[in-house]
């Protein structure tokens, strides 16, 4: 009987389907753009861009540039995304652009900590704001050791939001598509709600009067010590100021990253050479949108400026708040000291919509590496729903491992440098298609093309030069990564090496 059982868990997982169901509309590929976008990183990151370039106009300039940058992009992969709607979306454009080697490469890197740190921080995220509303039980205070390791219940309920979005979408993308749906409209309309207020209730306060008659303010950098306290500002301009913006720019930048995650589902779009460069427009442009207006709330609600010993929301500032949370501190001014709830409330509905839609996408782009043999062969399998559940799974595993290791936030430093390399060669991969194959169908064709995707590649490049001078260390480290999937992917392809 047992042995039955067991055989009948294989021919599940094995054999049941053999290809990926459409099941994913127009509304439902947007909302995995915008909640795969919109994590924790709004609530947090301009409290850094802040201390970084001290001035509203240069603030709202990094977000409208993080806008600018990630619709160019986003309107590029759209020709990519209708000429090759296929599971696995970026692995496959640069794949057919380029080589195997270079499509394994993204793809070596998407799992080790593109995909799965991502995960991991969100998850951490997660339980960090469940730890507000639960102190008790949820905290960084070590449970037990092994060796160098401490494990936390902040930690082990990360790892639980891992294993329960997973085991979601193990029943299949319709469960999940009806999870992404819900959160993402539900932190659509509650980050509508804080920017509505926040504007309303602080467009006739002192810090709205501060921040906006002084909008133009020189540019400067802000450092406390952590000893006394005290600030040291440096004023900027010049190269001093374009390499702030670029340590500026990692936050924001990350914070609007993982919507390429769509083209990853093109195997489950209907009618997916329409709406996935739809959704990559409109999930884009929504996000960005809202990203902007949050920050325009802030700047309504707290001075810039601020002191790390300061008494109240106020006295801190957009650059001191509590923890770098600056929703929650522009919160309190509307709701008071009730406000730290609501946000721990608004953050875990928002970080829980996003690990859903990373979780999903994620494994999508493993299912399309390992038949081409570049990957686990088992996640070439989908299960009795029609999901690669292998992948799934796999997926799950090293994202809770990486949760565990207490390295998530470092790992997204490092692969910042990566990702933008691998956005500047899919976006390079256009002009090369366009000569390669010039009658293939392209109902959709990039946005501006040649200019906007050139300009694209070109500001990407800054940036990358621009983080190897400013965090030359992280920047290397997220290189060397990439650099240990080679040998990786000559062992898998050691009987043929023809990509």
């Not at 709202?60 to 992969?77: D, E, K, R």
Request: proline share 3%; aromatic share 12%; glycine share 10%.
């Amino acid at each position: 009987m047992d042995q039955t059982i067991i055989q009948q868990n294989k021919n599940d997982l094995n054999t049941e389907h053999t290809e990926l169901k459409r099941e994913l509309g127009l509304f439902d590929s947007t909302m995995i753009v915008v909640g795969s976008m919109i994590g924790s990183g709004i609530f947090i990151v301009t409290s850094d861009i802040a201390r970084l370039l001290g001035s509203p106009f240069w603030i709202l300039f990094v977000w409208l540039l993080t806008g600018a940058i990630t619709l160019m992009a986003a309107l590029s992969y759209g020709e990519l995304a209708g000429m090759m709607p296929k599971a696995g979306g970026q692995y496959v454009y640069l794949r057919e652009a380029y080589n195997k080697f270079t499509g394994f490469l993204f793809g070596w890197t998407t799992f080790m900590v593109i995909q799965t740190g991502t995960i991991a921080a969100v998850a951490i995220a997660f339980a960090k704001y469940t730890g507000v509303l639960l102190p008790e039980f949820i905290n960084t205070t070590s449970l037990f050791s092994i060796g160098p390791l401490a494990f936390s219940s902040q930690q082990f309920l990360g790892v639980a939001l891992i294993a329960l979005l997973t085991i979601i979408n193990l029943y299949g993308v319709k469960n999940a598509k009806i999870i992404q749906g819900v959160f993402t409209v539900a932190k659509i309309i509650s980050l509508l709600g804080l920017i509505v207020l926040g504007i309303y209730f602080g467009m006739n306060s002192d810090a709205f009067h501060q921040n906006f008659s002084n909008f133009f303010a020189e540019p400067f950098k802000t450092v406390a010590d952590a000893k006394t306290n005290a600030l040291d500002v440096v004023k900027l301009s010049g190269l001093s100021l374009i390499g702030a913006i670029g340590g500026a720019l990692v936050g924001s930048l990350f914070s609007s990253d993982a919507w390429n995650n769509i083209t990853y589902t093109a195997g489950e779009v209907k009618d997916p050479k329409r709406n996935i460069p739809l959704s990559l427009f409109f999930g884009t442009l929504i996000v960005t949108i809202l990203y902007i207006l949050a920050n325009v709330a802030y700047l309504s609600l707290l001075p810039v400026n601020g002191s790390p010993t300061g008494a109240d929301v106020l006295s801190r500032g957009i650059m001191f708040a509590s923890n770098d949370r600056v929703a929650t501190a522009g919160a309190e001014i509307i709701f008071g000291s009730v406000a730290v709830l609501i946000m721990a409330v608004l953050i875990m509905v928002s970080t829980f919509g996003c690990n859903n839609g990373l979780i999903m996408a994620g494994a999508r782009l493993y299912y399309a590496m390992a038949k081409d043999g570049l990957f686990l062969k088992k996640a070439e399998n989908l299960n009795n729903k029609g999901v690669p559940a292998f992948g799934l799974i796999i997926q799950g595993i090293w994202a809770s491992i990486l949760c565990f290791s207490g390295k998530y936030n470092e790992l997204l430093d490092y692969v910042i440098f990566a990702v933008l390399i691998f956005y500047s060669l899919t976006i390079g991969g256009i002009f090369i298609l366009r000569k390669k194959d010039p009658n293939a169908e392209r109902p959709y064709k990039a946005f501006g093309y040649p200019f906007i995707p050139a300009l694209y590649i070109v500001l990407a490049a800054t940036i990358c030069i621009d983080l190897l001078i400013v965090k030359t260390g992280p920047s290397i480290i997220g290189l060397g990564i990439v650099l240990l999937g080679i040998p990786v992917y000559y062992i898998l392809n050691k009987k043929n090496l023809t990509a």
